[in-house]
């Protein structure tokens, strides 16, 4: 586990790049777009709703991040990206496990949309980055948005949790792959955050005088995701953190940061780290061995 100093001053300058910050209108997005261009960045925001406020060169592109066709045209009207926030997200219907019968008394099929948007629409902007990215030749930088959810996963929005998995597999699954070309995955898992998708819970944390997250401080954790370095990199499979191949600093890569009241930790090297514990040692070794067949021998060209 890392705790982390994240503030405005860690953050360089972004002159000159571009950024697409899905559901960049309102809450964690908005600031996040807002961060990003006084860094001098140029944001596309691409969300199906118009901005809650101006933000100076920042442009609004309607965009339903569950459609293909939509997605692409965003892109298109971007015309390059330095930098993807895959951040449009919905809740879903917490009745979601209620019985809906329709006129003949047969079960009417749940809303899907939640899978749709925060799996299916993260992908296809996985997708979509990643192909400018190739064709630019100059690397990027790719941040999801988790939540809190991956680490106690509450039984009222199970659907929302499960999304929040699949946006944790895409970090995993993707860190080691995409880092060759420069192109660098993280993700950040905000805690509880004031915005309207909480709206529902507001008073019963101010009941409690419990504070949120301000949408600013997950913000900053998103744009430090996108820019930041690392001493050591997230351990390549076959391999444990302590071997000489994983002591290599680099760009921040393959990490998760959860954000909670201010504070600002890194997940995924201490989940690594234990690794061993889940399994149990025996497993753990036989576990590497699997990962070098089934990744192949640690070359330079996996590194
Ligand atoms: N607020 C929290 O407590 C919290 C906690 C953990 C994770 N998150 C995650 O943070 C992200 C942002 O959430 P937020 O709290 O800022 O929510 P929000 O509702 O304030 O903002 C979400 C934005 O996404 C847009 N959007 C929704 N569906 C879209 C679609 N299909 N295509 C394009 N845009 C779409 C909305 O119009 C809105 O502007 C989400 O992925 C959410 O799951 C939020």
Known sequence: MTELHIAEDSIPRLDGKVAIVTGGCAGIGLATTKILTSKGATVIMADLAPPAETVESATWVKTDVSSWDSLKATFKAAGRVDIIVANAGILGDPNWLDDRLDEIGELVKPSMSVIDVNIAGVAMCVKLAVSYMRKQGSGGSIV?????????????????????????????????????EDITINAVAPGVTSTQLVNSVKPAFAAKNEPMDTPHDVGLAIVYSAVAREQSRIPIPGTSPEDAVNKRSGRWNGRMIHTLKGMFTETEESFLALKDMWVGEKAFQEMKTQELIFHGPVTPARL
């Open 144 to 180: 999801l948005v988790a939540s809190g959810i991956v680490y106690e996963p509450g039984a009222k929005v199970p659907l929302y949790a499960a999304s929040k998995f699949a946006v944790t597999g895409m970090l995993r699954g993707l860190r080691q792959s995409l880092i060759n």
